[in-house]
C-alpha cells in the first residue's frame, strides 16, 4: 500500500489488482475473518514420488532452460515461508489447492507470519542472521537492503544458472532489469507487477484500489450530495451526523481514514493527493507533494471537519481489525479507504443489508474539479519474494519460485485443480459456480474450502491470470468500475525513496517519524491560525531534519529509473 509518501506502497497495494473480492491478499494489510474449518487431509500425505522419478532424480540430465525444473524432482520436501504480514490468515495444506500443488510438486509450506508487530518480528530474524527458507515482504520495506547488504539473502540469478535456467523463461525481463540491484544482481522477484510493456498490452482494463466511499442508503437519505469541494465535504459529513446520529445503538463515525502509523496515514498522503491529482514531479523535479497549497486546503477541511465534531476519536487509534468490526457494522457514513482492504466486509453487509453497501462516489478534488489520478499497478509490484542463504535446498527451492512465477502455477493458485474449484465450462477454463458463489459472499470460508483464487499470493501475476477472471459482481464492481480510467502508472516514482542505515536512509525514516507524529496534531488544531503555526513549524522541522538530502536522493532515484525504464 513508507516513503516519502506511500504512494508507492499503495501503488503496490493496489496493484493487488485481484479479483476484486478477493479479499484474501490484496493490500499492505490484508486480511480475511479466518474460521478454522478445513479438509482433515494432512497436506503432505499424498506427495507421491513414483521410483522413476527418483531414478531421474539422481541422474537429472542439466537443467534445461525450456523444461520446468522442478517436474525432475517431486520428493516431499518442506520449506519455511514467512509472510511479513500479521493478517494473513491462512495455512497451507488445509484447502484443496495448497493440498493439490504439493502431491504435484511435493513442496510442502510452513508459513511464519508474525503475531504482532511486523518490523519487530523481521528485524529479530535478521538480528539473529538466519532467515526461513523464503521471505515475503512489502518492495518498499527498508528490511529488503538491509537482508542483502548483510549477505542473508541469495541472489536469484546465480540460484537460476545453476540449478534452473527456466526461471528466466517465467520471468519478465523488465521486471529482472527494474530489481537488479548495483552487484548486478536480483535478490527478489515482485507479485501483481506491471511495466511499461504491460500497460501498453492491458493498460485499458487496469483498476486503482483507491476509493472514496460512502454508505449508499445513508448518502441517499441526504440527497447524494456533492463532495468534491469542502464545502459540500463538510456540509455532507454533517447531514450524515444529523440524521443519523446512532447505527444499532452505537453512534455514526462521519469519515474512517486509513490506520494512523508512527509514519503517518496513507488516506492522508498518496490517496488524498492523488484524489486531488497533485502533480509527482514539476519540470523534470520530484515534487514534494504534501506542500500543494491543494493539500494544504483538504488538511485545513479536515481540521475544520474535528472542529466541528465530524472526526471520531477511534479514527486517531483504531488498527485495521476494529475498523473491519465497524464496517461490518455500517458505523462510518465515508471513507477514502482501500477498497480490496474490506471486500470481505462488503461481502457480508451486500448479504445482510443490501442497501447499506458501501459505494464509490467523486470525492475531494483540487480547485479545477480535475478527475483524479489514480494509483495503477507499477512495475514494482505490492510484494517481493527473496531466498534465504539458510535455505534447506537451493535448487529445490528456486525450481518452486520457477513454478509459481509460470503460467502453470499461476494457474494452479488461481483456479485450483480442475474438477474442485474449476472446470472447462462452454470450452473456457473457469470457476465452478459453487466455488463463486462462496467466493462472492464469504471469502474468508473460500479461502478454506477452495484456497484457489489467490488465496496464497505471493507470486501472484494478474496479467496473467486476468484471462480466467470472472466478470465482477456487485457489490465489488461498481468500486472497481468507479477507478477505471482514472489510473495512471506512477512507476518511474517507485523505490525512489532512499532505505536502511544509510545517512539519507535515516533522514528518511526521521522525517516518517516527524510526519506521523505532526498529522494528528495538525487535524485536531484548534483554529486555522493554530494549523497554519504548525504547519510552518513542521516545515521548518523538515528542512533541519534534511529534507534537501532527502529530496536530491530521490531527484537522482527518479532519474535512473527513468533510464531503467526507457522513458
Known amino acids: 500500500m513508507g516513503m516519502k509518501h506511500k504512494p508507492k506502497k499503495m501503488v503496490l497495494l493496489l496493484l493487488g489488482l485481484m479479483l476484486t473480492f478477493s479479499a484474501a491478499g490484496c493490500s499492505s494489510n490484508n486480511n480475511a475473518a479466518s ?14 514420488t513414483a521410483p522413476a522419478t527418483d531414478a531421474a532424480a539422481t541422474t537429472a540430465p542439466a537443467a534445461s532452460a525450456d523444461e520446468p525444473g522442478w517436474k525432475s524432482d517431486t520428493s516431499p520436501i518442506t520449506f519455511d515461508w514467512y509472510l511479513n504480514f ?24 510452513n508459513f511464519i507470519v508474525p503475531a504482532g508487530n511486523e518490523n519487530e518480528k523481521l528485524n529479530t530474524l535478521i538480528a539473529s542472521g538466519k532467515l526461513p527458507d523464503f521471505i515475503t ?20 540469478n546465480k540460484l537460476a544458472e545453476e540449478y534452473d535456467p527456466y526461471f528466466f523463461k517465467v520471468s519478465d525481463k523488465d521486471k529482472l532489469g527494474w530489481y537488479t540491484q548495483p552487484d548486478g544482481n536480483v535478490y527478489g522477484y515482485p507479485n501483481s507487477s506491471s511495466s511499461p510493456a504491460d500497460y501498453e498490452k492491458y493498460g485499458d482494463t487496469y483498476v486503482s484500489n483507491q476509493t472514496f466511499v460512502v454508505r449508499k442508503d445513508i448518502y441517499e437519505a441526504i440527497g447524494s450530495p456533492d463532495m468534491r469541494t469542502p464545502e459540500g465535504f463538510l456540509a455532507a459529513l454533517k447531514a450524515a451526523q444529523e440524521k443519523f446520529p446512532q447505527v444499532n445503538g ?40 504534501e506542500t500543494d497549497p491543494e493539500y494544504v486546503r483538504w488538511m485545513k477541511t479536515l481540521r475544520q471537519a474535528n472542529q466541528d465534531g465530524l472526526l471520531a ?9 476494529q475498523m473491519e468490526e465497524k464496517i461490518v457494522q455500517g458505523r462510518y457514513f465515508a471513507m477514502l479507504y482501500q477498497r480490496t482492504d474490506f471486500a470481505s466486509q462488503l461481502g457480508t453487509i451486500s ?84 466455488a463463486l458463489k462462496l467466493m462472492n459472499t464469504d471469502r474468508a470460508a473460500f479461502d478454506k474450502q477452495f484456497g484457489s483464487s489467490f488465496t496464497f499470493w505471493m507470486m501472484q501475476n494478474t496479467n496473467i491470470t486476468d484471462q480466467w477472471k470472472p466478470e465482477s459482481v456487485e457489490p465489488y ?49 484548534d483554529s486555522d491560525a493554530e494549523f497554519d503555526k504548525i504547519w510552518s ?19 537522482t532515484k527518479y532519474e535512473e529509473n527513468k533510464k531503467k525504464l526507457g522513458m
Open 137 to 156: 515482504l512489502g518492495y518498499w520495506e527498508d528490511a529488503i537492503k538491509k537482508m542483502v547488504e548483510g549477505e542473508l539473502v541469495l541472489p536469484l
Open 250 to 289: 452505537q453512534p455514526l463515525i462521519p469519515l474512517g481514514l486509513h490506520e494512523f502509523t508512527e509514519n503517518g496515514n496513507d488516506s492522508l498522503e498518496g490517496y488524498i493527493q492523488n484524489f486531488l491529482a497533485i502533480p509527482w514531479e514539476k519540470d523534470g523535479k520530484v515534487y514534494d507533494r
Open 86 to 109: 500479521a493478517w494473513f490468515p491462512n495455512k497451507w495444506g488445509v484447502d484443496p489447492t495448497s493440498q493439490y500443488i504439493t502431491k504435484k510438486t511435493g513442496v510442502n509450506l
Open 351 to 434: 448479504q445482510k443489508n443490501p442497501d447499506q453497501v458501501y459505494i464509490a462516489v467523486d470525492g475531494p478534488a483540487n480547485t479545477k474539479m480535475d478527475p483524479p489520478e489514480l494509483n495503477g499497478p507499477g512495475i514494482s509490484g505490492w510484494t517481493v519474494t527473496l531466498i534465504s542463504k539458510d535455505v534447506k535446498d537451493k535448487a529445490r527451492a528456486i525450481k518452486f519460485l520457477s513454478y509459481l512465477n509460470s503460467e502453470e502455477g499461476n494457474k494452479d493458485l488461481y483456479l485450483g485443480e480442475k474438477g474442485v474449484s474449476y472446470d472447462t465450462i462452454d470450452g473456457k477454463d473457469q470457476f465452478l459456480p459453487e
Open 477 to 525: 464492481k461498481q468500486l472497481e468500475d468507479w477507478t477505471k480510467g482514472k489510473s495512471i502508472n506512477t512507476s518511474e516514482f517507485q523505490l525512489i525513496d532512499p532505505t536502511g542505515n544509510s545517512p539519507e536512509g535515516i533522514v528518511a525514516t526521521k522525517l516518517k517519524q516527524l510526519r506521523g507524529k505532526t498529522m494528528p496534531k495538525l487535524l485536531m488544531a
Open 35 to 48: 474460521g478454522n474449518k478445513g479438509n482433515d487431509k494432512p497436506a503432505n500425505t499424498e506427495a507421491t
Open 313 to 321: 476519536k477511534d479514527i486517531f487509534i483504531d488498527k485495521r481489525a
Open 537 to 555: 513549524e513542521y516545515l521548518t522541522k523538515k528542512e533541519k531534519e534534511g529534507q534537501a538530502t532527502f529530496d536530491a536522493y530521490r531527484q
